[in-house]
């Protein structure tokens, strides 16, 4: 298995508070990406990396962003968490060598997260 | 813009019966790779195939197998002999090849499937 962990795996916070989640890789992969998994709508890319400081919006970008700072780490920061953001996030990983998306992607656990 | 569609919210079964599960996806590119994905209840995803545009040759894993047709613009998946450990999730999902959209995932709703014992 994909060396992949989320932390925290659980959260319940309140509206209006910062929230961030993080991801981390010990397979020195190139791409990280943020999904959300809603009911009724699979899994929808938040935000993806293409390398350390590169990164860029995917289809639900808007309340939240993120950061690259090493090649191992990627957080997801909810600057004023929303109930409309409860849902459960997963990290996922890929190789992929240029420009080409072809590589499967492996996703870590996931994180619960609760807006109350 | 590149979309999956599932048709089939949730399928029910008895073990040991044959099951497919439906994928049709939409994309103006002509290089794009397919994806098929499992949810057990557990939660994690598990990586089960990629395929990509240029090889239409269908896939046997064990009791999985899938149909690629790009005429039909389907990528459907049968579980022969199904069994308890198969209840899960299942999405497909899409990624085009150049441009802008290289680096998403476009996911299916997903299809529950349920074998009874």
């Known amino acids: 298995d994909a060396g992949i962990t989320q932390s925290p795996r659980h959260k319940v916070t309140e509206t209006g508070t910062p929230v961030t989640l993080r991801c981390h890789q010990t397979?020195?992969?190139?791409?990280m990406y943020w999904y959300r998994q809603d009911p009724g709508h699979g899994l929808r890319l938040i935000h993806y990396?293409?390398?350390?400081?590169?990164?860029d919006k995917g289809e639900v970008s808007d309340g939240y962003s993120v950061s690259r700072s090493k090649t191992e780490d990627f957080l997801l920061t909810l600057e004023s968490a929303t109930s409309s953001q409860t849902s459960v996030y997963f990290c996922?990983?890929?190789?992929?060598?240029?420009?080409?998306?072809?590589?499967?992607?492996?996703f870590g656990p996931g994180t619960r997260l609760t807006v109350l | 813009a590149q979309k999956v569609t599932q048709a089939q919210t949730e399928i029910s079964v008895v073990e040991k019966e044959d099951v497919t599960l439906d994928c049709v996806y939409e994309?103006?590119?002509?290089?794009?790779?397919l994806f098929w994905y499992k949810q057990p209840p557990s939660g994690e995803l598990v990586f089960l195939i990629r395929?990509?545009?240029?090889?239409?040759q269908n896939e046997i894993s064990g009791r999985y197998s899938w149909n690629f047709q790009k005429s039909t613009s389907s990528f459907n998946f049968t579980i022969t002999a199904s069994q308890v450990v198969d209840s899960a999730v299942y999405f497909c999902a899409l990624s085009e090849g150049s441009g802008a959209g290289s680096y998403q995932l476009t996911f299916g709703k997903g299809t529950k499937l349920s074998v009874i014992p």
């Open positions: 397979e020195n992969h190139r791409y």
């Open positions: 994309t103006r590119d002509t290089t794009y790779y």
């Open positions: 990396s293409y390398g350390v400081k590169d990164t």
């Open positions: 395929r990509n545009s240029f090889d239409e």
């Open positions: 996922a990983i890929s190789e992929s060598e240029g420009s080409d998306s072809s590589d499967e992607q492996f």
